[in-house]
């Protein structure tokens, strides 16, 4: 069954959700092997031509960005979200904020898989590994406790026609314990 969270639940929040806590970790491995389903998708300049695994990727990268920096440009919400998500993304980024913490380190994305796509909708689900975060507060390491370094996202995208990029409307992860070997090989 999957879980719907928001991008910041799982990738930030999870790690700075009020006070500082984290996902429940899993048995994850590093840096898993790509399945037959798996497609690579090399980045694009136009976002109305980006895959909505690129949309994904950058996304996370972004929200990587902003997690390094505190949290005090977000506005990269408003560029990979449909408004109803990007309302509530906003407000977890700003409860983070509030925290006066900096999480750097990259979140990595692997194994993905289309499970639909028509020409206005896409599901996407893939690998996330978030093991490469670090949490500090006032310029001091703060230990990330339950860190859940592998996941199972399922994400959905929207687009409202060619000339638009895709948008993420919905996350969900698959419950802990789904480990991305035995979802993406099952």
Known sequence: MIRQ?????????????????ACT?????EDPTPTATSQEAPPTADPA????????????EASDAAAADGWKDTSYIDDFFVPELAEKQRADDEERAETGAVVTGETKLSR??????????????FCQDSSALKAT????????????????????LVKESDSEPWMIKEQ???????????HFEG
Do not use: M
């Open 112 to 125: 993905w898989d289309v499970v639909e796509e028509t020409e206005t909708t896409a599901v996407v689900e």
């Open 49 to 60: 031509d980006a895959t909505p695994q690129e949309r994904i990727t950058a996304s996370f």
């Open 25 to 29: 970790s899993s048995n994850g491995e």
């Open 137 to 156: 507060k006032d310029g001091k390491p703060v230990e990330i406790t339950n860190q859940r370094d592998e996941s199972v996202g399922s994400f959905t």
């Open 172 to 182: 969900g992860y698959y419950d802990e314990g789904t480990t991305c070997d035995a």
């Open 5 to 21: 969270r928001t991008l910041t639940t799982i990738a930030l929040a999870s790690l700075l959700a009020l006070p500082l806590a």
